[in-house]
């Protein structure tokens, strides 16, 4: 196979915010990535193989001039940075990659600053070598990708268009990097997408390289690893390590980037951290995971209770979204919020009947040598190696 990563940039926005901030903030910090698949991920010889040589293809990239100016371009990217990743790349020695019993295993390791960015396109490397040499072996999936072109053009004639046109303020983001059939898939993907949609319904994408490539918004700002590593840093109170977090996005950007993401300790203990001081700060709330009409809900009951008025917040919602789903949360919170909603491998992974989406991540599990947790608001999504510092968490996030 051809190298499947060709640009540092083909990753999402918020792997360069949160290295920024890892960089001038946290540059101390040592974490460890593991691989996990949530369903069945047969992994054979030849696909490690290409994976391992994949991995050497990633490692000879080096961000390249016009990529640097296009980060530069972005208001919150510090010129300090920028001469950092000039510097920058990715190092071998960072990660390691076993095969066993056809089980896939894969740990990355080093400082927060420099590995932050391997988590994406190993997830989109994994998911394109196992389409690759499965569904693509017999006509290099030809039928496969005119049977997936099918399916997003009908998605999109039958329903977003006709939804966007009853209600322009339902808008979209693409969010498909991590889970994407194939890199060649994911640029065919936005380039209908871009076609077939007006501006003010496809708002942008949240992979850096297509932002860039078809001049869309780049959409993003922090995931969960952001705020587990306040879990372990020393002279911050367990109990508060999501609080400390908040305030040092705010320091990095000033009131840029103000989308905080809610479930890492679960939403009611964000909420209780979410004080009025934040809910002013921040411009709005992500969410990634539990019922979405209950959380909107009770988001917006907490801003009310601030005695802050909802319409001047924005509720992002971007957990395992289809066109439907998406719609039916606008219209129940539209009038009371702006909402917005970030769509992913029900975009760049529909290749029904032929395939079915992975679903696999790549997670914080320890930083600086001590144990973090996603507690999430699905029991399903919790993901610790240290069952007694799980329990300890879930005790915390509970005061």
Not at 112 to 124: D, F, G
Request: charged fraction near 30%; include cysteine.
């Amino acid at each position: 196979m051809k190298p499947i990563i060709m640009s540092l940039l083909d990753t999402d926005l918020y792997k360069f915010t949160m290295q920024q901030c890892a960089l001038r903030q946290f540059s101390n910090v040592w974490v460890r990535y593991v691989f996990k698949s949530r369903n069945t991920l047969e992994w054979n010889m030849e696909m490690h193989n290409e994976f391992l040589q994949q991995i050497k293809y990633f490692c000879d990239l080096r961000f390249q001039k016009d990529e640097l100016e296009y980060l530069s371009s972005l208001r919150f990217i510090k010129k300090d940075y920028i001469e950092f990743l000039k510097l920058y790349r990715p190092l071998e020695e960072h990660i390691k990659a076993l095969l066993e019993n056809n089980k896939l295993t894969v740990e990355i390791e080093g400082p927060w600053y420099q590995t932050i960015l391997w988590e994406i396109p190993i997830l989109a490397m994994i998911s394109e070598i196992y389409y690759t040499y499965t569904v693509c072996k017999e006509d290099n999936g030809k039928e496969a990708y005119a049977q997936a072109e099918i399916n997003l053009i009908k998605k999109l004639d039958n329903k977003l268009m006709p939804m966007h046109k009853e209600d322009n303020g339902f808008k979209i983001s693409e969010f498909g990097t991590r889970r994407r059939f194939s890199f060649e898939w994911q640029n065919k993907v936005i380039d209908i997408l871009k076609n077939k949609l007006t501006s003010s319904c496809l708002v942008g994408t949240s992979n850096v390289y297509f932002a860039k490539k078809y001049d869309l918004l780049a959409v993003g700002t922090n995931a969960h690893e952001y705020y587990q590593i306040g879990q372990a840093l020393d002279k911050v109170r367990l109990a508060e390590s999501q609080k400390f977090m908040l305030q040092s996005w705010v320091n990095e950007y000033r009131g840029d980037l103000g989308i905080a993401l809610s479930d890492t300790l679960g939403t009611d203990k964000f909420l209780k951290d979410f004080d009025l001081y934040f809910a002013k700060l921040y411009d709005g709330i992500r969410h990634d995971s539990g019922d979405p009409f209950d959380w909107g809900y009770k988001v917006i009951e907490h801003y009310k209770k601030l005695r802050i008025d909802p319409k001047t917040k924005t509720l992002l919602f971007s957990d395992n979204l289809n066109f439907d789903k998406s719609y039916n949360i606008y219209k129940e919170f539209k009038n009371e919020t702006n909402v917005a909603f970030g769509i992913g491998t029900y975009i760049t992974n529909d290749f029904a009947p032929a395939a079915k989406p992975l679903n696999i991540v790549m997670k914080l599990q320890n930083v600086n040598g001590k144990p973090v947790a996603k507690l999430s608001d699905d029991v399903g999504k919790t993901i610790c190696e240290d069952e007694t510092f799980l329990n300890y968490l879930k005790i915390v996030a509970k005061e």
